[in-house]
């Protein structure tokens, strides 16, 4: 709560008690919805907490303090007052009903002021906004908290800000030296908003993405996954060579959070964001150097079925340049995890399973191809030319099998295959 030293003591107001659902609204109550927005007289605040006052109380030597506050101090031992140090005559308290009276009024007057200013959404939206014209620092962070609050809250207060150019006086507050709890504040409103393509133009400045990904590297879970979903909505569009999508900064941080086992909703966000950067062909060489495909491989067990999907369709895009196969092809888990997701997730998670693994065994069938055998592979492939599978799909696993099958003679590779009498 902010103090005013130079406000004197308030007028009386001649206003009902705050009514909330139809009861009383506490003192406390009120102070606690009013903190960090209203400045409060200092005669209202305690000389010990310097917080506002409740149960003002007041000593011999004229000086008033919170209850709880000064019977806190004289229990301690000290038998002065503790503005004055004053040495107490007499160690009883009055209470003082005419501040309390004082106190009780003005926060029933302004919380009701804020009560009515509440429901007027786009008028309290255009306050906010004209605030933030004028604030800076901590402040400036506590009006776009407020900002966001009303955003959730209200379809509304979303349609108002971009009408009265809310958009671009939060995209003004983002660049190379603003403050990261200024830029959390601000991308966490801008992802709730109906962004222009001219809107979006601005926020693709270098100077802006770069806050972005710094903000993403270095921000809480919450903060990580607005950034992503702010970042995607960037790119999804942009032109391939747009550099927006070209940071590598950007890139280790998302296969850092892909391995975040304990927040599923950041492993998504991540997943999704890689699977937009990756349909840019100019990147994915980059998104291949820092290497993405054995971190992705390695998290493929541990994914669930729609991070799983991402998952497939990156690697499977990743692995249709050289360099891309060749890392799924160096990597030793890449046969044994995808292996396992045939015929175990979905239809389209095979169909991506298995163009990785056509991918990896057509760059070195002798060596790959048995590695494959030996993973379970071919038994899996039968089992999907004997599914009900689109007749591509039965195709290519036709394809594969006849590769594995090229280094065994006809006995030895059934026996590999594990099968049945029936089934041979």
């Known amino acids: 709560m902010r103090m005013n030293q130079g406000e004197g003591a308030a007028q009386v107001l001649d206003l009902e008690t705050a009514l909330k659902d139809g009861k009383k609204l506490s003192l406390g109550k009120m102070i606690e919805e009013l903190d960090s927005i209203e400045v409060v007289p200092w005669v209202f605040i305690c000389p010990i907490s310097l917080e506002p006052m409740q149960d003002p109380v007041t000593l011999c030597t004229g000086q008033t303090y919170e ?15 503790p503005t004055t140090m004053q040495e107490l005559w007499d160690d009883s308290i009055t209470p003082n009903r005419t501040l309390h009276h004082l106190i009780h009024t003005w926060f029933s007057h302004k919380y009701m002021a804020l009560k009515k200013r509440s429901e007027d ?22 009006a776009l908290k407020e900002l966001r609050q009303v955003v959730n809250a209200h379809d509304s207060a979303k349609k108002a800000v971009v009408k009265n150019d809310g958009v671009k006086l ?27 393509s001219d809107a979006k133009a601005n926020l693709a400045q270098p100077t802006k993405v770069s806050l972005m990904v710094d903000t993403l590297n270095q921000g809480s879970i919450s903060t990580k996954i ?36 304990n927040h599923p909703e950041a492993v998504l966000s991540s997943l999704r964001l890689l699977k937009t950067i990756t349909s840019h062909e100019s990147v994915r060489t980059s998104i291949v150097s820092v290497g993405s495909i054995p971190q992705l491989v390695d998290a493929l067990p541990n994914l669930n079925p729609e991070c799983l999907e991402s998952a497939l369709v990156i690697l499977d895009v990743l692995s249709t340049l050289p360099e891309g196969s060749l890392a799924l092809k160096d990597c030793p888990r890449t046969i044994p995890n995808t292996v396992k997701l045939l015929m175990k997730v979905s239809e389209k998670c095979t169909q991506l399973a298995l163009s990785i693994l056509w991918a990896v065994c057509k760059l070195a069938p002798e060596r790959c191809a048995s590695v494959a055998v030996e993973a379970g592979l071919a038994a899996q492939l039968l089992l999907v030319l004997q599914s009900g599978c689109n007749p591509a ?15 065994y003679t006809a006995t030895i590779f059934i026996s590999k295959c594990k099968l049945t009498k029936t089934i041979q």
Do not use: P, Y
Request: aromatic fraction near 4%; glycine fraction near 6%.
């Open 121 to 142: 959404v786009e008028g309290r939206v255009l306050e906010i906004l004209d605030r933030l014209k004028k604030v800076k620092g901590q402040t400036r962070v506590h």
């Open 67 to 81: 209850r709880s506050n000064i019977l806190k101090w004289l229990s301690l031992g000290h038998f002065t007052c």
């Open 226 to 261: 607005n950034c992503m979903k702010l970042l995607e909505i960037l790119i999804e569009g942009k032109d391939s060579d747009s550099g927006i999508v070209s940071s590598l900064s950007l890139f280790v941080g998302l296969l850092r959070l892909v391995k975040d086992k």
């Open 393 to 407: 799909l039965k195709q290519r696993s036709a394809e594969l099998l006849k590769l594995c099958s090229l280094n």
């Open 170 to 196: 939060i995209s003004s507050l983002l660049g190379a030296f603003t403050m990261h709890t200024v830029a959390s504040e601000a991308i966490r409103i801008l992802v709730h908003l109906d962004l222009s």
